[in-house]
Every structure is written in structure tokens, then in C-alpha cells.
């Protein structure tokens, strides 16, 4: 049976990294402070719920950085990773916000991922968090729908995924409310099969995707735009350029097979390429297998 995976982002400490803890029953670390919890994306461990099988993938705000800024080297790198956990791509995009926080970060998101990055393919779901003050938590839907009207999410549903604290009784069973209404929605909504975003017969590229997703957040994220991709450059060449240290570039070039291919296939062997992409993938089982999946 087919994966249902579903990519779950939306602003800074909003809410993703518990609405994924809840959903999967797993625990990872999450936090109430200004500076973003959640540093790397990650990829929960398959769980089952409505009889499909279920796999999130929590990622890092686009505006992660002080000041709503992201320095260029530190995106490039979280892009070719989100790039990279796209491979077998995805059936639902779950854009999460939080009722009392609406910014300007929201419109950005959705760009970036919603029609960038998906380029409309997939089905969108948005889930509200914080609407622990309305009876019922749906009522903040009704109360603010034609606000979203515009973007066409296929449902929005109003949840809370607070836990701890002296409001813990309150948070509790909203929490559970929330995980069932979630998992709903996603059954409901998901794509059968996940729609890829490159490779098979998309008539895309990894790398073609890295330099259009990259020259679309220099634009989104207002990053001078000297940092655009050019057109022949190589991920390498755009890494070391927007300040990654070559031991890092030497490193991502190491742990990703697509970049690897890229750089060899400009060797004058022939098959370089998928020699070198093999040997990757070797290096990237071993890491995975290692970190293994929580
Ligand atoms: N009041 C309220 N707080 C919530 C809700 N959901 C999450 N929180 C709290 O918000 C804080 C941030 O939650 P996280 O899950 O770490 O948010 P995140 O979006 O993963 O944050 P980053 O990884 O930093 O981007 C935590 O203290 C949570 O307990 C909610 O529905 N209501
Ligand atoms: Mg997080």
C-alpha cells in the first residue's frame, strides 16, 4: 500500500512540531520561545491511522531567523534537504497558522510552498492552532473564513495542540479532539498515490527545482538579489558563493545523491554520474539507518 505523506509547514513556533507529536503519538521537542525549536526537517516514523499508512514531515519556517531574516547560506542548505525529503513526493500539504498571529509570513508560505514548490498539484489543508478559547473551536473558522477565501485551501480546521501548564485540563481532551479531526481531514484530502514534484515523468530535475524553488525565496524572503542561481552554476558553486564553508558544501555534496550527480556528470567519464550517485546513496542509508526513525 502507498505511503500517505504529508509535509507539514507554516511560521516560526506556531505549532507544527506539536501537531505532528500528537497526530503520530511520538515526542519531539518543541518550545515556547522566540528563536525556532525546530532547526532541521524531519521525517516521523510511519504510523496508521483510517487504515493508511501515515508519514509527516516537519519542517523549518521560512522566516526562521531573527527579525523574520534567514541567512542565505543557512536556507540554501535547509532547501536542498526539504528538496531531498520531497524524493518520493508528497499527498497533502498541511499549512499550519495560529489563530492570534496572522502575518504578512503567512501569504509568504503560502507561495513558497503551495505554489512553488507543489505548484498546485496537491491538495491543501490549513490548520489553525490556538482556537483553545472558542466553544466550539470551529467557531474561529466560522468567524474568519472569508479572510482565506482567496487561497483556496481545500478545508481549514480549527484545532488546539497546546499541552502542559496550568491549563492542562483544558488542553487535554481539545488535543484529542484536534488529533481526530486532523486525521480526518487528511484521510479525506490526501492524494491516493503521493504526486511527485521532480523525477519520474515530471519533466523535472532535482537541480532544475533547486535553482527555480531558490530564486523564488530570494524573492519571497527579500534576500539581495545577487543571490539568484545562475544558470549554469552548480549547487556547489551557488553554496560556496553565499558564504557555506567548504566542508559543509563538501559535506552536503557527500550526503546527497543528487547533488553528487550533478558535479560528476560535469567529469569527462562516462556514467560518472551514477557511479558516484550509488556510492551516495550507500553513504545516506548508512546515516539513515544509523539516526534511525523516531
Ligand atoms: N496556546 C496554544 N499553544 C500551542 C498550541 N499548539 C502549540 N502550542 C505551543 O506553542 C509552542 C511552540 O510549539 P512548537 O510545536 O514547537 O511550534 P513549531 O511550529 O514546531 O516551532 P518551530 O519548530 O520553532 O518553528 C509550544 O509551547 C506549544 O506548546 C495551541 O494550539 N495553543
Ligand atoms: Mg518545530
Same mark, same amino acid.
Given at each position: 500500500m502507498n505511503k500517505t505523506r504529508v509535509l507539514v509547514f507554516g511560521a516560526t513556533g506556531i505549532g507544527k512540531t506539536s501537531l505532528c507529536n500528537v497526530l503520530s503519538g511520538r515526542s519531539r521537542p518543541t518550545d515556547g520561545g522566540?528563536?525556532?525549536?525546530?532547526a532541521k526537517s524531519h521525517q516521523y516514523g510511519v504510523f496508521a491511522s483510517e487504515g493508511k499508512k501515515i508519514e509527516l514531515i516537519d519542517t523549518v519556517g521560512l522566516? *526562521?531567523?531573527? +527579525?523574520?531574516?534567514?541567512p542565505a547560506d543557512k536556507a540554501v542548505l535547509q532547501l536542498v534537504e526539504l528538496l531531498e525529503r520531497a524524493k518520493d513526493g508528497f499527498s497533502l500539504l498541511v499549512h499550519v497558522i495560529r489563530a492570534s498571529r496572522i502575518t504578512k509570513e503567512f501569504e509568504d508560505d503560502h507561495k513558497f510552498?503551495?505554489?512553488?514548490?507543489?505548484q498546485r498539484k496537491i491538495p491543501v489543508l490549513l490548520v489553525v492552532t490556538?482556537? *483553545?478559547?472558542? +466553544?466550539?473551536?470551529q467557531t474561529w473558522v466560522e468567524k474568519n473564513r472569508q479572510s482565506f477565501s482567496q487561497f483556496g485551501y481545500h478545508e481549514i480546521v480549527a484545532t488546539c495542540f497546546a499541552e502542559g501548564g496550568p491549563l492542562e485540563s483544558h488542553f487535554g481532551p481539545l488535543r484529542e479532539q484536534s488529533r481526530g479531526l486532523v486525521l480526518q481531514a487528511i484521510d479525506r484530502l490526501a492524494l491516493n498515490e503521493p504526486a511527485l514534484l521532480y523525477g519520474g515523468d515530471t519533466g523535472s530535475s532535482f537541480n532544475k527545482t533547486l535553482t527555480s524553488l531558490w530564486n523564488s525565496f530570494v524573492e519571497i524572503s527579500g534576500l539581495p538579489k545577487k543571490y539568484r542561481r545562475g544558470l549554469h552554476e552548480s549547487a556547489f558553486a551557488l553554496m560556496r558563493r553565499v558564504g557555506i564553508p567548504d566542508d559543509v558544501a563538501k559535506m552536503a555534496l557527500k550526503h546527497l545523491p543528487d547533488l553528487v550527480e550533478e558535479l560528476a556528470n560535469?567529469?569527462?567519464?562516462?556514467g560518472a554520474g551514477k557511479i558516484a550517485r550509488k556510492i551516495s546513496e550507500k553513504v545516506l542509508g548508512v546515516i539513515f539507518a544509523k539516526k534511525g526513525s523516531s
Amino acid at each position: 500500500m502507498n505511503k500517505t505523506r504529508v509535509l507539514v509547514f507554516g511560521a516560526t513556533g506556531i505549532g507544527k512540531t506539536s501537531l505532528c507529536n500528537v497526530l503520530s503519538g511520538r515526542s519531539r521537542p518543541t518550545d515556547g520561545g522566540a528563536k525556532g525549536v525546530t532547526a532541521k526537517s524531519h521525517q516521523y516514523g510511519v504510523f496508521a491511522s483510517e487504515g493508511k499508512k501515515i508519514e509527516l514531515i516537519d519542517t523549518v519556517g521560512l522566516h *526562521e531567523g531573527r +527579525d523574520g531574516t534567514v541567512p542565505a547560506d543557512k536556507a540554501v542548505l535547509q532547501l536542498v534537504e526539504l528538496l531531498e525529503r520531497a524524493k518520493d513526493g508528497f499527498s497533502l500539504l498541511v499549512h499550519v497558522i495560529r489563530a492570534s498571529r496572522i502575518t504578512k509570513e503567512f501569504e509568504d508560505d503560502h507561495k513558497f510552498f503551495v505554489e512553488k514548490l507543489a505548484q498546485r498539484k496537491i491538495p491543501v489543508l490549513l490548520v489553525v492552532t490556538g482556537c *483553545e478559547n472558542e +466553544d466550539p473551536m470551529q467557531t474561529w473558522v466560522e468567524k474568519n473564513r472569508q479572510s482565506f477565501s482567496q487561497f483556496g485551501y481545500h478545508e481549514i480546521v480549527a484545532t488546539c495542540f497546546a499541552e502542559g501548564g496550568p491549563l492542562e485540563s483544558h488542553f487535554g481532551p481539545l488535543r484529542e479532539q484536534s488529533r481526530g479531526l486532523v486525521l480526518q481531514a487528511i484521510d479525506r484530502l490526501a492524494l491516493n498515490e503521493p504526486a511527485l514534484l521532480y523525477g519520474g515523468d515530471t519533466g523535472s530535475s532535482f537541480n532544475k527545482t533547486l535553482t527555480s524553488l531558490w530564486n523564488s525565496f530570494v524573492e519571497i524572503s527579500g534576500l539581495p538579489k545577487k543571490y539568484r542561481r545562475g544558470l549554469h552554476e552548480s549547487a556547489f558553486a551557488l553554496m560556496r558563493r553565499v558564504g557555506i564553508p567548504d566542508d559543509v558544501a563538501k559535506m552536503a555534496l557527500k550526503h546527497l545523491p543528487d547533488l553528487v550527480e550533478e558535479l560528476a556528470n560535469k567529469a569527462p567519464m562516462p556514467g560518472a554520474g551514477k557511479i558516484a550517485r550509488k556510492i551516495s546513496e550507500k553513504v545516506l542509508g548508512v546515516i539513515f539507518a544509523k539516526k534511525g526513525s523516531s
